[in-house]
């Protein structure tokens, strides 16, 4: 499923995360909280950033399924 945020360009490939179980997605957010600090450019941030979003309201998802 692609997603994109309102003014972005939209995501450069098409991703399925709902067969990722709820720990996975946290872990994997946890992980893309944890490489913030570590980038250099305001673009390189702003994207994972995109990321981060998209596992997060994946995660929401999952949550109100379960």
């Known amino acids: 499923m692609s997603r994109n945020m309102p003014g972005d360009t939209p995501w ?3 991703v399925d995360i709902s067969t990722l179980d709820t720990s996975s997605i946290t872990n994997i957010i946890l ?3 944890n490489h913030l600090s570590l980038l250099d ?3 390189d ?3 994972l950033l995109r990321v981060k979003k998209l596992f997060e309201d994946e995660l929401m998802a999952a ?3 379960h």
Do not use: G, N, Q
């Open 41 to 43: 450019s305001e673009t």
């Open 12 to 14: 450069p490939f098409d």
């Open 63 to 65: 949550r109100r399924l």
């Open 31 to 33: 992980d893309i909280e």
């Open 45 to 47: 941030l702003l994207e």
